[in-house]
């Protein structure tokens, strides 16, 4: 069965300090790895799209990793702000490209 | 350039009742989605849409239908409202087919209460 699996569920951090969010997912044949960001009350914005033959990608603070091997990904953020307090969304797609499983995100607090 | 544009922004049901959820973008994307999101899931594709005049069920389309006539509005039709319907809706459109390497564009949602 093809799935995406976020860790942790919830993360509080201090402003300034790093983190790093997880995704695992099982989707095969696998074609893209996207990371969203979602604002409390609004939709999810892209912050990086990942291909198989793609092992990082940045986005400003936003690093994120992918290992096609173990299909495993991370997405780092460097030095928080209180405005990265939000839920960030892991998303596979087949190479299909019809099917794309979301996963229920990480919420993640920046505390002052 | 609004982009995704919903409306409206909240809505209480009452059981049975109908409404529909209107998406309009406003970036000539092709491709058009409806998801319902949950509380601690994944989005669900509910339909989809690959331009004018098509339209194809995704992983939850029971209780609801869509149609497409324009390229910029695909709203979303609920017609006889269930409490399992309670949720927050998402339209979405992309230049290409979303599994792709396109972004997609979300709109703000719709906070659906079905009582």
């Known amino acids: 069965k093809n799935q995406v699996e976020q860790s942790p569920q919830s993360l509080i ?7 790093t969010l997880q995704c695992n997912y099982t989707v ?3 074609s893209n790895l996207r990371w969203y960001k979602q604002d ?20 400003g603070r936003y690093t994120a990793t992918l290992d096609a091997d173990t ?4 997405l780092h953020i460097t030095a928080s702000q209180l405005s990265d307090s939000a839920s960030y969304i892991c998303v596979v797609s087949d190479t299909g490209g019809f099917k794309t ?12 | 350039n609004a982009g995704v544009t919903q409306t409206p922004k909240f809505r209480i049901l009452k059981i049975g009742q109908s409404m529909t959820l209107q998406c309009t973008q406003d970036m000539n ?9 949950d509380p601690g899931m994944g989005l669900k594709l509910i ?22 006539s324009t390229t910029e509005d695909f709203p979303l039709r609920l017609e006889l409202a269930a409490p399992s319907q309670t949720s927050v ?19 703000p949602g719709t906070r659906l209460t079905v009582l």
């Open chain 2, 47 to 68: 339909y989809y849409s690959v331009g004018a005049g098509i339209t194809d069920k995704g992983e939850v389309p029971n209780g609801y239908n869509v149609s497409r």
């Open chain 1, 13 to 19: 951090i201090l402003e300034g300090k790093n983190c």
């Open chain 2, 89 to 107: 809706y998402f339209c979405a459109s992309s230049h290409g087919l979303a599994g792709g390497i396109n972004e997609q564009f979300f709109g």
């Open chain 1, 28 to 30: 095969s044949p696998f």
């Open chain 1, 101 to 112: 499983i979301f996963g229920a995100g990480t919420r993640l607090f920046v505390k002052a």
């Open chain 2, 29 to 37: 994307h092709n491709y058009m989605y409806w998801y319902r999101q």
């Open chain 1, 40 to 59: 409390t009350g609004r939709g999810p914005v892209s912050l990086t799209i990942m291909t198989f033959s793609e092992n990082t990608k940045s986005n």
């Open chain 1, 71 to 74: 299909k495993q990904s991370s």
